[in-house]
């Protein structure tokens, strides 16, 4: 089996083995560890447009939001209807609830394509600019939409995310942002935001790359907004503004753009950092606000981005060496 | 007839305050080529600064509120030199994108700070101008929207004047259109910039002052919403042309006070949007704007 196969399996394997045990977990640090999984869906997701493509979008939150709303009145107002009265024995609900997930990315990554086609022609200040119009429109629209609850959203989602599906999902994100790079066809990623015009120069068709980014981004932001659904149990169109986009494009710059595993370390210090400091809640964005700006005049590469497979190695090598 | 005449004259008044900070806007991106995201909040804090300074100043007259708006200005004019000189201009030879993250990262900076020091609950703004009403043949002018449409007229003159009839206006277009040349010449960049920021945020204090006393509640946030507007109107007129802001400004105004009066007022945030959208597809140069071949 190829080792990035068995790695996702493995990762499946560990998530289903601790959800057995998460009846013997705190709720509290379940709590936790289900919303660092969710950001790391978001900010790999994210990184794949933002870091490998360069094309930086600022509407993250709008395309999770729809995968949330989808997957909420598919298991919310649907649910019932196909499960019956009984609510379904525990592997319909799981079906259920895979269903919905999947069909809240598509749904997303169908917003990704509408959004995508035109505002991609479009470079740097102006395409943050147009995929943040396009958030507030996607949020404006459920703010009036009354059979998904408008303005106040939707209450009593079913609680069906456990840590098994954060993780396999995050997993996958993983799993599909690293083998989408590192694939022949997904060195036009790298090759776009290298130089676009040089790629365009020698074949590639620099606009379709975008557009991919864009669209399997916005699967997994749907993917990870229908997860966040039914673990906060109610979503409300503010809960999706561009407040939740910054924060991930946080973690994507921290992390490094178009570096995976310092994304990952970056999504989970930004989960737990504010769990850690709640007393000191009010600073929370002020910090994130500094640490950007800080960031991008000291170290504009990002806090994590390091060659972590060099940097194993020559730890590695020192330990050998050390008598 | 009377009511089309109102919502006229509240979109004029709308659309001049759009337009005070979308000079900002335009006149930087002139400059530097880049979007100054703190724009918008400066604004914020240009009505907060008129808030406080509106509590020494009497009130409900055109002296005490015109004084608190030249104390807005010269503020927020410091506020806006302080942070180019200290955040954008270490990173002015860097990538758009990092200068970009920065800008957001201001932004952030000065709301957040702001619900910190200002608290974060929406207050009252003062009555800075009279309130005197005035009703033509039904049609209601208060003289809140007279001030904000003649205020905003004579800035709007008086920095036609300054950029294109005073030394610095010169050195400033010079820099606009070519930074390497304008330094050959003998212009001195850095203080270009540094006077096209205090420019554009004196304005940008100017309307967040006009702004409160029209929608009487301030708070750290407000400078979200009618930032991105200004912004809009900016591309919308042409980035980087100052007629341009002031007209895209003065027809987004029109559009938003004409939506917000039909039965489609619920999607009055999103017309912006879609107007910008639109624009950014059909012609990215704006109405007044020049398109330009990229260089290879």
Redesign the interface.
């Known amino acids: 089996m190829p080792r990035p196969l068995a790695a996702l399996l493995l990762a499946v394997l560990a998530a289903a083995g601790v959800s057995l045990f998460s009846g013997h977990i705190d709720p509290y640090y379940l709590d936790v560890l289900m919303g660092v999984g969710i950001n790391v869906i978001l900010a790999v997701s994210l990184n794949l447009v933002n870091g490998y493509t360069g094309q930086f979008s600022l509407g993250h939150a709008g395309f999770m939001s729809v995968g949330a709303y989808l997957s909420a009145w598919i298991t919310l107002i649907e649910g019932p209807r196909i499960l019956g009265a009984s609510g379904g024995t525990a592997p319909e609900q799981a079906a259920l609830f895979l269903c919905a997930l999947v069909l809240g990315g598509l749904g997303a990554a169908a917003a990704g394509l509408v959004v995508g086609i035109p505002s991609l022609r479009l470079k740097g200040d102006y395409l943050a600019l147009v995929t943040l119009g396009f958030g507030e429109i996607i949020r404006v629209i459920f703010q009036n939409i009354d059979s998904l609850g408008g303005a106040l959203g939707l209450n009593g989602i079913p609680n069906y995310t456990t840590v098994f599906w954060v993780y396999s999902f995050a997993a996958l994100t993983v799993f599909t942002v690293v083998c989408l790079v590192r694939s022949t066809y997904g060195r036009g990623f790298i090759a776009t935001q290298d130089d676009e015009i040089a790629s365009e120069a020698v074949g590639l068709n620099t606009t379709r790359y975008k557009i991919v980014a864009f669209v399997v981004g916005a699967f997994f932001a749907g993917v990870a907004g229908g997860l966040y659904g039914h673990f906060k149990l109610t979503i409300t169109p503010d809960g999706f503004d561009f407040t939740k986009s910054i924060e991930i494009v946080v973690m994507v710059i921290l992390g490094g753009m178009g570096n995976t595993t310092g994304v990952i370390l970056a999504a989970i210090l930004l989960t737990l950092l504010p769990e850690v400091l709640r007393a000191a809640d009010q600073y929370r964005m002020i910090m994130y606000s500094v640490a950007l700006i800080v960031l991008m005049l000291a170290r504009p590469k990002g806090l994590f981005n390091f060659d972590y497979a060099r940097l194993v190695r020559r730890l590695l090598g020192r330990a050998r060496t050390a008598p | 007839m009377t009511e089309f005449l109102q919502q006229l004259l509240n979109g004029i008044s709308l659309g001049a305050i759009y337009a005070l900070i979308a000079l900002g806007y335009t006149m930087v991106y002139g400059v530097l080529r880049?979007?100054n995201f703190a724009h918008s909040d400066v604004f914020m804090v240009g009505a907060f600064i008129g808030y406080y300074a509106g509590q020494h100043l009497p009130h409900g007259t055109i002296g005490g509120g015109l004084a608190a708006m030249a104390a807005a200005m010269v503020g927020c004019a410091i506020l806006g030199i302080a942070i180019e000189r200290f955040?954008y201009r270490?990173?002015r030879s860097?990538?758009?994108?990092?200068?970009?993250?920065?800008a957001?990262?201001?932004?952030?900076?000065l709301?957040?700070?702001g619900?910190?020091v200002f608290g974060a609950t929406p207050r009252a703004y003062p009555a800075l101008f009279p309130s005197t009403i005035v009703s033509v043949h039904g049609l209601i002018i208060s003289m809140n929207q007279v001030v904000v449409i003649v205020v905003a007229a004579i800035l709007m003159v008086a920095l036609q004047f300054a950029v294109f009839r005073t030394k610095i206006g010169t050195a400033m277009r010079a820099v606009a259109l070519n930074p390497a040349a304008a330094r050959l010449v003998g212009i001195n960049i850095d203080v270009v910039i540094s006077f096209t920021f205090g420019l554009g945020s004196a304005l940008a204090a100017a309307g967040g002052v006009l702004y409160a006393i029209n929608y009487p509640s301030i708070d750290p946030l407000m400078g979200?919403v009618p930032g991105?507007k200004a912004?809009?109107a900016a591309?919308l007129g042409g980035i980087g042309n100052i007629p341009g802001a002031a007209l895209g400004a003065l027809i987004l105004g029109l559009v938003e006070t004409f939506v917000d009066g039909s039965h489609w007022s619920?999607?009055k945030?999103?017309i912006a949007?879609?107007i910008?959208?639109g624009i950014?597809?059909f012609r990215?140069a704006g109405l007044l704007g020049r398109f330009t071949a990229e260089k290879?």
């Open positions: 880049f979007i955040v270490p990173l860097s990538s758009t994108l990092n200068v970009l993250i920065t957001i990262g201001m932004s952030l900076f709301e957040y700070t619900q910190l979200v991105l912004f809009i591309v619920t999607y945030d999103a949007f879609a910008l959208i950014l597809l990215p290879v």
